[in-house]
């Protein structure tokens, strides 16, 4: 049963090889936290206790808004039976709108935080890349992985482990067509 198999892959017989063999692979494989590692390096822990800095006095601001907001509604709910209508509505349309304001300044500056951190990470991370391919090739890694990002996890990959040009060739030959056989000409009619 089993040589029936192997009758039925071309080039068998032949002694050809089906499909060629990978090329070994050479080398390790090691993972990463490009992020970890940034902000652990003296340059990251120093960005980010600037960006800190930067932005404390706003979220200090932000947290005396909040404060304010918590003091208006303890308001409103201690002196709801003795406020008039008119002063319930009044305050709790104050409340709402502080509320809003408040977490349109958050939002805001959590945008603005985030950009900070983005630029700082950036800067120190367009050095440290090419350091840790350096630390790759010369360790002889052949695929390093960020395992802490949520986009592509590659931030190495050795050329010789690329198995694209290979896979391509097998493909191609799989699916090729077989050559058509050359019509042959009409035989010509017997004279008499």
Do not use: C, H
Request: hydrophobic fraction near 40%; glycine fraction near 4%; charged fraction near 25%.
């Amino acid at each position: 049963m089993w040589i029936s198999a192997l009758l039925a892959i071309p080039g068998v017989l032949a002694g050809e090889n089906p499909m060629p063999s990978p090329p070994p692979v050479p080398g390790k494989v090691a993972i990463i936290q490009i992020q970890a590692a940034i902000l652990s390096t003296q340059e990251g822990r120093k960005a980010a206790g600037e960006v800190q800095s930067q932005f404390a006095p706003k979220k200090a601001e932000l947290d005396q808004k909040k404060n304010q907001i918590a003091q208006l509604q303890a308001q409103l709910q201690q002196g709801s039976a003795a406020l008039s209508d008119d002063a319930k509505t009044k305050l709790e349309q104050e409340i709402e709108e502080k509320t809003k304001q408040v977490n349109r300044e958050a939002e805001d500056d959590q945008a603005d935080y985030n950009e900070a951190v983005r630029k700082a990470m950036q800067k120190i991370g367009e050095r440290l890349m090419p350091l840790m391919t350096r630390y790759a090739k010369e360790n002889g890694y052949s695929l390093v992985l960020d395992v802490g990002s949520q986009q592509s996890p590659v931030v190495f990959a050795s050329d010789t482990i690329d198995i694209t040009a290979p896979v391509v060739e097998l493909y191609d030959k799989s699916t090729a067509a077989p050559a058509a056989p050359t019509p042959k000409a009409p035989a010509s009619p017997a004279k008499p």
